[in-house]
């Protein structure tokens, strides 16, 4: 079983997540960043910087990922539906123009403006709001990018992992051809 996570959650949000899934019984319990699921369902070149904009309902996490593992991380404990009450979606243009910023200012490489040159990705149900997409590019001067379905792309890398992880040659027990390891037991 597969659980996307966000960066940066504490160990105990992970733990309380294994422990509601042990009524189900599984095999095991994988937790992943849900910025990098993201970035698996969008068919993203990990080989290259990538920054992810995930727009939760209670969360926004801004993520950089540097062949595929997460190199920095910020995040606002905003949401969409925070959306009329507490927030504009300018405010929280305006969170994830701070968050970007601030890593642009603290990276002592050039992995984050590759990235930024490159475009974000951005995710979640706030990806569906046209008016935070063309805020963030106009103030960013950086392309943004929802990924198809944003709502659910986490979900769908999570499950593209699990299918990896099913026909790795751990689980099946064949050795990929040309390893001379023989063939699988029968």
Not at 112 to 140: E, H, N, V, Y
Not at 151 to 171: D, E
């Amino acid at each position: 079983m597969v659980v996307t996570t966000p960066v940066l959650d504490v160990p105990t949000y992970r733990e309380r997540a294994r422990t509601a899934l042990e009524v189900l019984r599984p095999h095991g319990v994988l937790t992943v960043p849900a910025t990098r699921a993201i970035a698996l369902a969008a068919n993203a070149d990990l080989t290259r910087p990538l920054l992810v904009v995930d727009i939760g309902a209670h969360l926004t996490e801004v993520v950089l990922l540097a062949d595929g593992a997460v190199c920095d991380a910020r995040r606002a404990a905003l949401g969409t539906t925070d959306l009329g009450s507490a927030a504009t979606s300018e405010g929280i243009s305006e969170a994830i123009g701070t968050m970007i910023t601030s890593m642009l200012r603290q990276d002592r490489t050039s992995l984050t403006a590759d990235a930024l040159s490159r475009g974000a990705l951005l995710a979640g149900g706030g990806a569906l709001r046209p008016d935070i997409t063309w805020r963030l590019t106009g103030s960013l001067g950086a392309p943004m990018r929802a990924v198809p379905a944003p709502h659910t792309a986490a979900i769908r890398g999570a499950a593209r992992m699990l299918q990896s992880a099913h026909s790795h040659p751990s689980a099946t027990g064949v050795s990929p051809p040309g390893t001379g390891r023989g063939s699988p037991p029968r």
